[in-house]
């Protein structure tokens, strides 16, 4: 059973940084891609980035490259995401999933398998 594990979340003043990790288990394929997502309460789930496990191709959602990083330890089984220059508006829930096949993208929709997530609270 693939499970999902996210850590690194915590409460942060504005301009600092926060390193967020999602430890994968439960399956052996490489035809993967594990994204990076976050949620307010009472807005939809946004897709933040996104790494193929193949190759470490990376896609990242709107206006989220300039200050966010993602990237993977495939022998830890571990994806990353490194979040610099914080802003109160980055305050979320944020998850890791994963979906099956080499397409790289943040669509909600085209994960199956879901974090619980970790809360990043960023004070101004």
Request: charged content about 20%; hydrophobic content about 35%; glycine content about 12%.
């Amino acid at each position: 059973e693939v499970q999902l594990v996210e850590s690194g979340g915590g409460l942060v003043q504005a301009g600092g940084s926060l390193r967020l990790s999602c430890v994968a288990s439960g399956f052996t394929f490489d035809d993967y891609v594990i994204g990076w997502f976050r949620q307010v309460p009472g807005k939809e789930r946004e897709g933040v980035s996104c790494i193929r496990g193949s190759d470490g191709s990376t896609y990242y959602g709107p206006f989220m490259k300039d200050r966010f990083t993602i990237s993977s330890d495939n022998a830890k089984d571990t994806v990353f995401l490194q979040m610099n220059s914080l802003k109160p508006e980055d305050t979320a829930v944020y998850y890791c999933a994963l979906k099956w096949g080499a397409v790289t993208t943040t669509d909600t929709a085209a994960y199956d398998y879901w974090g619980q997530g970790t809360q990043v609270t960023v004070s101004s």
